[in-house]
């Protein structure tokens, strides 16, 4: 039982480049998150999928996109990365969305140059 | 827009010492609040969830409350451990978005 998995662990960018981040968990929960964490600011959830099938925005989902493949499945896709974008991004799952406890990936950390 | 802090920034105690970490938030409508524990380069762990109903959970040596109204909840570590060095994040969910806090580095010197 491997839990929520993140790839690549780390990743480096050139301004413009695109890039998918993956996430999977083994947990067979419904609901899933990406966020993303820099120095003083804290988490910020930037897309959530409620359940398959479903994504909704976070506080931040400005120059991101995402995907719900399928129940084990949501990636986080950068189309024309910015430096702005220089972050840990975590993701994570829960049984449900409300009042259920959030379990999370390693992160991956990526640097856009 | 639901505001969460976290003070004090970093603490840094001596083994055995009891200990209370502090959040508030600004927003008194909550579904829940929950605690992590992150250790450096790591994903977080999920330590106690107190759910709005709810006025406290307790696991082992932690202890957390909560107060809506006050906007505030504490988190206490009793007999603190070397091992329990790291940094504790409270998060607070309303509707269907997370805000977390900045965080407290704890430091246990044994």
């Known amino acids: 039982n491997a839990g929520v998995t993140q790839t690549p662990k780390f990743q480096v960018l050139k301004t413009g480049q695109s890039m998918t981040l993956q996430c999977a968990q083994d947990m067979n929960h419904n609901s899933m998150y990406w966020y993303r964490q820099d120095p003083g600011m804290g988490l910020r959830l930037i897309y959530y999928s409620a359940s398959e099938g479903t994504t909704d925005k976070g506080e931040v989902p400005n120059g991101y996109n995402v995907s719900r493949l399928n129940k084990r499945e949501f990636s986080l896709r950068l189309e024309s990365a910015a430096p702005s974008q220089t972050s840990v991004y975590f993701c994570?799952?829960?049984?449900?969305?409300?009042?259920?406890?959030?379990?999370f990936g390693p992160g991956t950390r990526l640097l856009v140059l | 827009k639901q505001e969460v802090t976290q003070i004090p920034a970093a603490l840094s105690v001596p083994e055995g010492e009891n200990l209370v970490l502090n959040c508030s938030f600004t927003d008194s409508a909550i579904y829940n609040l929950q605690w992590f524990r992150q250790d450096p380069g790591k994903g977080l762990t999920s330590l106690l969830l107190?759910?709005?109903?709810?006025r406290e959970q307790t696991s082992g040596r932690l202890n957390a409350s909560l107060d809506k109204s006050s906007g505030r909840s504490t988190l206490y570590i009793a007999a603190s451990q070397p091992g329990d060095s790291a940094t504790y994040l409270c998060a607070v969910q309303g509707g269907n978005q997370f805000y977390f806090g900045t965080g407290t580095s704890l430091t246990v010197i044994p």
């Open positions: 994570a799952s829960s049984p449900g969305l409300a009042e259920e406890t959030q379990y």
């Open positions: 107190i759910q709005s109903s709810q």
